[in-house]
Each structure stands twice: as C-alpha cells, then as structure tokens.
C-alpha cells in the first residue's frame, strides 16, 4: 500500500486495464476488479482481475499481475494475463474476497468496475485517466 509519500508508477493500472482489453476483448469483460497497487517509491505492483462472459451464465475469470517501476530515463510495465478458470458469475465476489484474505502481500479490497460487456463503460473507466498515461496510440 502507498502511505501518500511514494508517487508509484502511475502509468500501471490505466496500461494493464488497456492490455486486459486488447486481449479478453472488450465486449467480452463483464466486471473488473483493480486492486490497491503496493508502491515503493517509483515501483508498483498490483493485480488486476476480470471475468468474461462464458456459456451458461458463467464468467471465465483472469488476473493480471504486474510490476512496474520508472527511473529517470524508461518506464516499464510488465505483467501477463491468466486463465484461472470458470465460476458462475454470483460467486465471484466471494472469490474476491478470498484473494483479499489469501494475499500474502496484504492487498486492501478491489475497486469493482461493471463493464457489462459494453465498451463505452470500459472507456469511460479508461478516462479516468489522463491520456499520457495510456499506452500510445500506434498509427
């Protein structure tokens, strides 16, 4: 957890939410879980879950684990996305609450965002921040 005085790696969460993105798609992302990042000075790690929408009314949940840390010259941002499994979407909360009990890095609780599928949501969840801090826009 950041006390205030650490300034972390801002870039961290708002990336890792456009990765999570490109790569569950984001008409797929039902609800999003972004837990309190662990900063030290200019590093950061944190998690990121999301469940997807799978048959049957059940949701695929992955995680996003990552680490970032800036320095005077480069930024960066590293982390994968896991497959944990499947669950039927009124368990998940309660899945959440377990990585909060389990966590041996004592994580606080998640911000839980609905996305609902819908990729206006997720966009008005992406401009909460501001834009240098999203990956660029290749052209």
Do not use: H
């Amino acid at each position: 957890m950041n006390d205030g005085g650490d300034p972390g790696v801002p870039e961290a969460i708002p990336r890792t939410l456009q990765k999570m993105a490109r790569r569950l798609g984001d008409s797929e992302i039902d609800r999003l879980w972004v837990f309190p990042p662990l900063i030290n000075g200019r590093r950061e790690r944190g998690l990121v879950a999301a469940s997807c929408f799978a048959e049957d009314g059940a949701r695929r949940l992955y995680t996003a684990p990552y680490f970032a840390e800036r320095t005077g010259t480069s930024l960066t941002v590293e982390g994968g996305i896991t497959e944990e499994g499947q669950a039927p979407s009124d368990r998940l909360p309660r899945v959440m609450q377990g990585v909060v009990r389990r966590s041996e890095i004592e994580l606080g609780e998640p911000r839980t965002v609905e996305i609902g599928g819908d990729p206006e949501k997720l966009r008005a969840l992406l401009d909460e921040f501001d834009d240098d801090l999203l990956e660029p826009v290749e052209t």
